[in-house]
């Protein structure tokens, strides 16, 4: 297997490596580096703060204060985990699959994917059913990638993380369905901003199609885990999981469904099940198997009552944020946030800081901090564009920040 998928990497190489290392911008010269284009990019995304953010944001179950509850970062370094493992056994380039694992989910919004629908409320406006989504965390991820997250240069200046377009790729196309006729990579290159809906395209390498099914991988088990660690589950859930596995395997006992096991076992099916020709796929009972116990997930843990108690204090929270930030805007025109927010200093403080960052607020101010390297990304002028920048804001919040800021905006 693992020459097979060699032998179709090196086939390729020379027709989409070039494609797969190029950067927007060229990167800041050191002279002495040892790494390869795509080690770069993963400790580029290491030290980025957005990723340093995901172990206070949530994975499923909202601001955890149990230290032993999974939380996004610790959901991150699963995907890494299992994505190298995959690449390492199919011979394909663990670096760039650790690189798109590292990052994918870095513009992911507090309080998980709940989160994510509030924002994305903010942004519609009235338009048809099926029109796309104006906020998902694929393309927000990219979206951070590309514009918010800086490192300093050997000069002290803020600079883009520039990634290559393996992983750039690969973090917008991590999302999508298992299929059961095996995922493949598409053949050709495109701007990854015209895509308008997750899932719509397969990534362009094999890398990118390890971590769209390790993002998979690494959740079902682990969901199941905590919840049996804040008993959501009841006795009648574990005889479905018994069932779930007497179904698709056809015994009921023998097969432990918890996170190690249920990761070994998945990843020995996918690697011992794909191929070139076939694509990355698992058997057809795994296959099952996952489809089940997807539907378990949502119907004992995400659609459980306190989950979704909790979902009207976190929309309260982001709309009370939301609603408090745009009424600064003719203040932000005029340079006067720290005016209009001055009952919220914490607030005040960090959203100017941002728009300092961001926008043309107060460039005197950008040039001091060494801030104007980097791309003006929001239009202060408009309000349309004012309003992308307050939902970026919010955005890059944990879920202990963006509670902090409500309770400062909502205390006398």
Same mark, same amino acid.
């Given at each position: 297997m693992k020459d097979a998928f060699l032998a179709v990497r090196c086939s390729q190489d020379n027709g989409i490596w070039a494609q797969c290392i190029c950067r927007e911008h060229s990167l800041y010269n050191r002279n002495n580096d040892i790494r390869s284009e795509f080690e770069r990019d993963y400790t580029r995304l290491l030290h980025c703060e957005a990723f340093r953010r995901l172990k206070h944001k949530t994975q499923v179950f909202f601001a955890p204060k149990n230290d032993h509850v999974c939380t996004r970062m610790e959901h991150v370094t699963h995907v890494v985990s299992v994505a190298t493992t995959i690449a390492k056994y199919l011979g394909l380039n663990d670096q760039l699959a650790s690189a798109i694992a590292l990052g994918h989910d870095i513009g992911h919004a507090p309080f998980g994917h709940f989160g994510e629908v509030c924002l994305n409320g903010m942004l519609e406006q009235k338009k048809g059913q099926n029109a796309p989504k104006k906020f998902w965390h694929e393309r927000n991820s990219l979206f951070f990638a590309d514009y918010i997250e800086t490192l300093q240069d050997p000069d002290g200046y803020a600079r883009n993380l520039d990634l290559t377009y393996a992983v750039r790729d690969g973090i917008i196309c991590h999302c999508g369905e298992v299929d059961e006729d095996g995922i493949r990579p598409r053949e050709k290159p495109v701007d990854l901003y015209r895509m308008k809906r997750a899932g719509s395209m397969q990534p362009y390498t094999w890398e990118g199609c390890v971590v769209k099914l390790s993002d998979k991988i690494a959740y079902l088990g682990r969901d $199941?885990? *905590?919840?049996?660690? =804040?008993? $959501?589950? *009841?006795?009648?859930? =574990?005889r479905q999981l018994r069932e779930i596995v007497a179904s698709c395997f056809g015994f009921t006992t023998g097969k432990t469904v918890n996170t190690t096991v249920l990761i070994n076992d998945l990843i020995v099916d996918l690697c011992n099940q794909s191929s070139p020709e076939a694509g990355?796929?698992?058997?057809?009972?795994?296959?099952?198997f996952i489809t089940e116990l997807k539907k378990f997930n949502y119907a004992n843990i995400y659609s459980h009552w306190r989950l979704q108690e909790f979902q009207h204090y976190a929309s309260n929270i982001i709309s009370t944020i939301y609603h408090t930030l745009m009424k600064t805007f003719p203040f932000a025109r005029t340079g006067k946030i720290s005016f209009s927010l001055k009952q919220f200093p914490v607030l005040s403080t960090t959203f100017e800081s941002w728009l300092v960052k961001y926008t043309s607020y107060d460039l005197e101010r950008k040039a001091f901090l060494k801030l104007d390297r980097i791309q003006t990304v929001f239009d202060i002028q408009s309000e349309e564009s004012y309003q992308k920048c307050i939902i970026e804001f919010i955005s890059g919040m944990t879920d202990q920040f963006a509670i902090s800021i409500y309770e400062e905006i909502i205390s006398f």
């Amino acid at each position: 297997m693992k020459d097979a998928f060699l032998a179709v990497r090196c086939s390729q190489d020379n027709g989409i490596w070039a494609q797969c290392i190029c950067r927007e911008h060229s990167l800041y010269n050191r002279n002495n580096d040892i790494r390869s284009e795509f080690e770069r990019d993963y400790t580029r995304l290491l030290h980025c703060e957005a990723f340093r953010r995901l172990k206070h944001k949530t994975q499923v179950f909202f601001a955890p204060k149990n230290d032993h509850v999974c939380t996004r970062m610790e959901h991150v370094t699963h995907v890494v985990s299992v994505a190298t493992t995959i690449a390492k056994y199919l011979g394909l380039n663990d670096q760039l699959a650790s690189a798109i694992a590292l990052g994918h989910d870095i513009g992911h919004a507090p309080f998980g994917h709940f989160g994510e629908v509030c924002l994305n409320g903010m942004l519609e406006q009235k338009k048809g059913q099926n029109a796309p989504k104006k906020f998902w965390h694929e393309r927000n991820s990219l979206f951070f990638a590309d514009y918010i997250e800086t490192l300093q240069d050997p000069d002290g200046y803020a600079r883009n993380l520039d990634l290559t377009y393996a992983v750039r790729d690969g973090i917008i196309c991590h999302c999508g369905e298992v299929d059961e006729d095996g995922i493949r990579p598409r053949e050709k290159p495109v701007d990854l901003y015209r895509m308008k809906r997750a899932g719509s395209m397969q990534p362009y390498t094999w890398e990118g199609c390890v971590v769209k099914l390790s993002d998979k991988i690494a959740y079902l088990g682990r969901d $199941i885990e *905590d919840a049996r660690r =804040y008993h $959501i589950l *009841d006795m009648g859930a =574990y005889r479905q999981l018994r069932e779930i596995v007497a179904s698709c395997f056809g015994f009921t006992t023998g097969k432990t469904v918890n996170t190690t096991v249920l990761i070994n076992d998945l990843i020995v099916d996918l690697c011992n099940q794909s191929s070139p020709e076939a694509g990355l796929r698992f058997s057809p009972e795994y296959f099952r198997f996952i489809t089940e116990l997807k539907k378990f997930n949502y119907a004992n843990i995400y659609s459980h009552w306190r989950l979704q108690e909790f979902q009207h204090y976190a929309s309260n929270i982001i709309s009370t944020i939301y609603h408090t930030l745009m009424k600064t805007f003719p203040f932000a025109r005029t340079g006067k946030i720290s005016f209009s927010l001055k009952q919220f200093p914490v607030l005040s403080t960090t959203f100017e800081s941002w728009l300092v960052k961001y926008t043309s607020y107060d460039l005197e101010r950008k040039a001091f901090l060494k801030l104007d390297r980097i791309q003006t990304v929001f239009d202060i002028q408009s309000e349309e564009s004012y309003q992308k920048c307050i939902i970026e804001f919010i955005s890059g919040m944990t879920d202990q920040f963006a509670i902090s800021i409500y309770e400062e905006i909502i205390s006398f």
